[in-house]
């Protein structure tokens, strides 16, 4: 079995992300909430592999798009993979979760990578893009540049796109999707491990207490915004990573997970850039 080391990486933060947005009301209902942007790494086998790929903050347009979020403190994908002793052009690999913005929009920053995107993904993001009645799905969570981006990754030969789950897509690192939920064909990366396996669930699920529940809501709680489906597709994906985790909470990657500061060691470069330790 290949050991993986597995680092979430945060490249920038909101603190003032609403939390009706991740619970619905019925947790936290009124409040706001520290909501990070990350990637995260995944190292062994010889290979550098990204899940999700930061942020291209060099470019003015993806600039005013963080700005809109009420995001700050944001960070290049060269200056967050600085921070781990590698650079771009270091990257063999990239799983993209789901296409937006801030899980797609550093593309374009990674000369030798190969990408890997679930077709319906593209294909159902292709169509909106080409549709205004389906704007309100966008709003605020899609770069429709980002599409321009993936054709060009295309033409290049480095653009992978997978129909469906896939086993060892890299000995012990299958992909999971979760369909018409968050987004329309999400990928979940699975890591089987020396500790065990580990998931990386991109936003099916944003915090512990999606999975868990809390004292009051002792059940799945669904993240509903920005969602293009709905909680019983949700729910269906929380019952999932939680028999594969066997309800080990601490082996599920969330990408907006404001909690992981006080959950895993780590290191805060600067503001907004911080290194978390998941597995190594």
């Keep these: 079995m290949v050991h993986y080391d597995i680092r979430v ?13 991740t619970f619905d009301g019925y947790y936290m209902a009124g409040e706001t909430m520290f909501s990070p942007f990350c990637m995260t790494l995944i190292q062994g086998g010889g290979k550098n592999i990204l899940v999700d790929c930061g942020i291209d903050l060099s470019n003015p347009d993806k600039q005013e798009i963080y700005k809109a979020a ?17 650079a771009p052009e270091d990257i063999d690999a990239v799983i993209i979760t789901h296409l937006h913005w801030d899980h797609v929009g550093g593309a374009a920053c990674y000369p030798g990578a190969v990408f890997y995107l679930q077709k319906e993904e593209l294909d159902r993001w292709t169509e909106v893009a080409q549709d205004h009645n ?18 060009e990754l295309e033409d290049q030969g480095r ?26 064909a999400q990928q979940m ?18 915090r512990p207490e999606n999975l868990i529940g809390t004292d009051e809501f002792a059940f799945f709680l669904p993240n509903p915004k920005f969602a293009v489906g709905g909680a019983y597709n949700a ?44 597995c190594t």
């Design 159 to 184: 653009l992978v796109l997978l129909d469906g789950e896939k086993d060892d897509l890299f000995p012990g690192i299958s992909i999971r999707v979760s369909l018409f939920a968050h987004s329309f």
């Design 235 to 278: 729910i269906k994906d929380y019952k999932r990573i939680m028999g594969w985790m066997e309800g080990d909470i601490g082996k599920v990657v969330m990408t907006h997970d404001g909690t992981r500061r006080s959950r895993y060691p780590g290191t805060e470069v600067r503001p907004g850039l911080a290194v978390y330790d998941i």
């Design 189 to 206: 990366v699975l890591v089987e491990n020396d500790p065990g396996i580990y998931i990386i669930a991109g936003d099916v699920c944003n």
């Design 134 to 151: 389906f704007r309100t799905l966008s709003l605020l969570s899609m770069d429709y540049g980002d599409l321009a981006t993936l054709k």
């Design 70 to 86: 009420g995001a700050e403190n944001g960070h290049t994908p060269g200056e967050a993979l600085a921070a781990v002793g590698l």
């Design 9 to 21: 990486i945060e490249v920038g933060y909101t603190d003032s992300f609403p939390a009706d947005f």
